[in-house]
Each structure stands twice: as structure tokens, then as C-alpha cells.
């Protein structure tokens, strides 16, 4: 079946650490996105890809890196620039402009 | 720019009541509505979109909702509430003058009386 696949689905950082979350697709949509949600807060935009090798900054990219070197990867890095890091990850694809997002199931990250 | 605006961080209703979800929306140009529901700890699923067309939109598990363009509302509704409702609702918005890019409410939490 077809779908997104984000690893792993808990991550417990150290400060000071850097930790890579991983996001695969085999939908073959061109469009990708990571997500962070915080209680309250919707879901605020960090990252997204239109393209291989292009990506653009959402609206709380600081303290966080992407790479698209591969149509259905998008790995999410959360260095340690990012200082309130805890929280849960949503990576999403799209293809078409008129379609909804799908989206992973999630990771949760929690700095100990 | 767009943003979207939930009325009521949390609703309760008992079962098999009506379930109403607001969802108000700005936007400068004509946008995409979507609904989404999300379990704990999981993923975001589809409901139900507007796109152009028809304004009476119907979605998954009975649920559906009005595009109101003077009212710039998108409300969620479902006649008769089941148990397994009981979850966290976002509603979203888009347009391709933003790049597609999905703008989403904070979230209205659910919750289903027995």
C-alpha cells in the first residue's frame, strides 16, 4: 500500500544533540512537508519541497535542516539551534494543487 | 495571506446529538478548504475538501460541511455523534497563490458523552 512512513516514532534527544527524523514516500508525489505540532497550537509549517533538490523555509524554520536529494525522501534535522525542541513531528506529501495533504503518523521528540 | 480561526478549542456533545465545528477562514484570493481529524498519536486524515463547485461538501464517516463565501466560514457537521468521533478536528486552508501551502486552525478537541 501506498503511504508515508516517518522513523522513528519516539526520539529522546540530549541537548546540545543533533537527531535526524526520517520521512519516506512511495505515493510519488512531488510535494513534501514537515510539521510541528504543539498542544494548542495547530500545525505550524518548518520545512517543504516542490522539487528534488529544492526546499523552501516555512514559517519556523530556524534551529531545523532539510534535504531533498531523492523524490520520496525528506529527512528532518533538529540541531541543537532549536531551543524548545519536544514536540511531535508530521511529515505530509501532495501531488495535484486541489488535494489534500497526506500525512505520516508522526514522530515525537522529547529532549531529556 | 491566509489564516483560519477554530471557535472552541474543545467541544462536548453526548451521543447521537448533532456535532457543529466551526471553522472560520481568511483569504485574498479563492482558497481550498479542508477538514482533517487526528487520532492521539497519530496522522492527520482527510474528511472531507472544498475546491470549487458544489458548496455542500460531504466527507468520511457522515460528516460534512457548507463553504459559506459571505460568511467566510467552513463548519463541520455530522447529525448524530458516535463514540468513535471522539477526537481532535483541524480545519485547513490553501490556495495556489501561497504555493499550496496548507494553513491550519489550532485544533478543536471533540469529545463524545455517552
Known amino acids: 500500500d501506498g503511504g508515508i512512513t516517518q522513523s522513528p516514532k519516539y526520539l529522546f534527544r540530549k541537548e546540545g544533540q543533533n537527531v535526524t527524523l526520517s520521512c519516506e514516500q512511495n505515493l510519488n508525489h512531488d510535494a513534501m512537508y514537515w510539521y510541528r505540532q504543539d498542544p494548542g497550537q495547530g500545525l505550524r509549517l518548518i520545512y517543504y519541497?516542490?522539487?528534488?533538490?529544492?526546499?523552501q523555509k516555512g514559517d519556523i524554520a530556524e534551529g531545523y535542516s532539510v534535504s531533498r536529494e531523492k523524490k520520496e525522501s525528506f529527512p528532518l534535522t533538529v540541531t541543537s539551534a532549536q531551543k524548545n525542541p519536544t514536540a511531535f513531528y508530521l511529515c505530509a506529501s501532495r501531488t495535484g494543487e486541489a488535494y489534500g495533504y497526506t500525512f505520516g503518523s508522526g514522530t515525537r521528540l522529547t529532549v531529556v | 495571506a491566509q489564516s483560519v480561526t477554530q471557535l472552541g478549542s474543545h467541544v462536548s456533545v453526548s451521543e447521537g446529538a448533532l456535532v457543529l465545528l466551526r471553522c472560520n477562514y481568511s483569504s485574498s484570493v479563492p482558497p481550498y478548504l479542508f477538514w482533517y481529524v487526528q487520532y492521539p498519536n497519530q496522522g492527520l486524515q482527510l474528511l472531507l475538501k472544498y475546491t470549487t463547485g458544489a458548496t455542500l461538501v460531504k466527507g468520511i464517516n457522515g460528516f460534512e460541511a457548507e463553504f459559506k463565501k459571505s460568511e467566510t466560514s467552513f463548519h463541520l457537521t455530522k447529525p448524530s455523534a458516535h463514540m468513535s468521533d471522539a477526537a481532535e478536528y483541524f480545519c485547513?486552508?490553501?490556495?495556489?497563490?501561497?504555493?499550496?501551502?496548507?494553513?491550519f486552525g489550532a485544533g478543536t478537541i471533540l469529545r463524545v458523552k455517552s
Open positions: 485547513a486552508v490553501s490556495a495556489r497563490l501561497y504555493g499550496n501551502k496548507l494553513v
Open positions: 519541497s516542490q522539487i528534488v533538490n529544492d526546499f
